[in-house]
């Protein structure tokens, strides 16, 4: 799973998003925006602030600027209402505090959020941009009034440096290392080791072998006519067996069987600095306000 930094584009100067997605379904990412989840139907599993979440119907997830997050269906199918907006709506009462838990404990009225946020976005009468900003704030407040608050670490430098890493291996995953990330962290072999895993909720060797399957793919769908071991090779796989095996484990196919407009199921390789969109074609989004 590759960790990306996703930008979200408001219309105008309305800083608030909402939408409803059936089978939400996308890749570990962050954005410097606050996210709020709300399981409508079924059941997701939310990997954020380095656990994993799982929320039945009527339980709410919030997701604070720059936590890494993904979002995965559990079971057959679920409906996911989302609300985003930007953090400066935030920033005068969270400078110092954050939630103990992005779980709340306790119920949210997140489906009349959705309806006034809804009816707002949509009828766009004068000052509605202010409307449903203040809408957010005043939710939001009541929900920090009622959790569990703890003094928040603003701008983890560990944390930043790990973002950082994660962009750096895709840019860079031919000749990428495990001894060259935790040397960059500044840690230990041991230590980055656990660190990755409790960040990532996955091993350093399985994303890095993900990055690189994905880096495959998209050499083998260019048309570039390159041999397979020269994409081995440039994808940083040690031998072309390695390749093979990989390629199979991550992908269920043999590299030189790839269906044609075969889409990754879990990663998307992309510069930050591009538009990226971290939902995967299986999650579907019903309706939205903006």
């Known amino acids: 799973m590759s960790a990306q930094r996703e930008t979200w584009n408001y219309r105008g100067n309305c800083k608030v998003w909402a939408g409803k997605y ?35 119907a009527g339980e709410t997830l919030f997701a604070d600027s720059g936590q890494v997050h993904s979002i995965r269906t559990c079971g057959e199918s679920a ?27 306790f119920p949210c009225p997140v489906p009349q959020l959705y309806a006034d946020l809804a009816e707002v976005l949509s009828d766009k009468q004068t000052f509605y941009e202010a409307e449903a900003a203040c809408l957010a704030a005043r939710f939001m407040l009541r929900l920090f009034r009622r959790e569990r608050m703890v003094q928040r670490l603003e701008g983890d430098r560990t944390e930043e ?25 500044g840690m230990s072999e041991a230590y980055f080791s656990r660190y990755f895993k409790n960040a990532t909720g996955t091993t350093f060797s399985a994303y ?3 990055v690189r399957t994905d ?39 043999a590299p030189s069987q790839l269906p044609e407009g075969y889409v990754p199921d879990d990663l998307l390789l992309q510069a930050s600095s591009d538009r990226f969109d971290p939902t995967l074609q299986d999650c579907k989004l019903i309706e939205s306000f903006r």
Not at 35 to 53: K, N, P, Q, S, W
Not at 91 to 99: H, I, N, S, T, V
Not at 161 to 185: N, P, Q, T, V, Y
Request: with cysteine.
């Open 22 to 56: 059936k089978n939400p379904h996308n890749l570990l990412h962050w954005h410097y925006d606050c996210e709020l989840m709300y399981v409508d139907e079924g059941c997701a599993e939310i990997f954020c602030d380095r656990r994993r979440h799982t929320l039945t």
């Open 161 to 185: 440096a790990l973002k950082r890493l994660l962009e750096e291996m895709i840019r860079r995953c031919g000749d990428f290392s495990f001894a060259a990330a935790a040397r960059d962290m």
């Open 215 to 253: 880096n495959a793919v998209r050499l083998l769908q260019s048309n570039g006519g390159l041999a397979m071991t020269e994409i081995a090779e440039r994808c940083g796989f040690p031998t072309i067996r390695t390749f093979n095996r990989i390629f199979r484990e991550v992908t269920g196919y």
């Open 208 to 210: 890095l072998n993900r």
């Open 79 to 105: 409906v996911l209402t989302v609300i985003v907006f930007d953090r400066a709506i935030l920033r005068p009462f969270l400078e110092k505090l954050q939630l103990a838990s992005p779980k709340p404990y």
